[in-house]
């Protein structure tokens, strides 16, 4: 595990993701983010539909490419929630070559606390705060190999 990170996923390009180039089309890398987002959500249990109108949307996107991924290159994808606020907090992703530490690409995302019956942004539920700060805080190194 890359230090500063408890969470990590593991994945193989898939066909599709593939331009006539050879190489991994540039929106697929923000697609491997949204992918390392869910796992990690899934592992702080951040995604219980119907238990509550509070939710989290993404507010913006962004990526830095450092090198190009090919159909037979894996990567590790890295994601850790680096800051937060009242209403909203930050995902950082730092994506390498599996096994080295050779950066393909980093980036962030900003997650908003959006309350669907009132249509507004809102601030994080406490629970979910109390958890990202435990995990984010502790020895809870987590890998999630696909």
Known sequence: MVEGFNFSIHIKPRYGDVDYLGHVNNVIYLRYFEEGRFEYCKALNFLTPGDSPVSFIILDNYCKYEKAITFHDRVDLHVRIAEHGNKSFRFEYLMLLAGTDEVVATGYSTAVAYDYEKKRS???????KQRMLEFESGDNRRKVVE
Do not use: G, L, M, T
């Not at 809102?122 to 979910?128: G, K, R, S, W, Y």
């Open 122 to 128: 809102v601030p994080i539920p406490e629970d979910a």
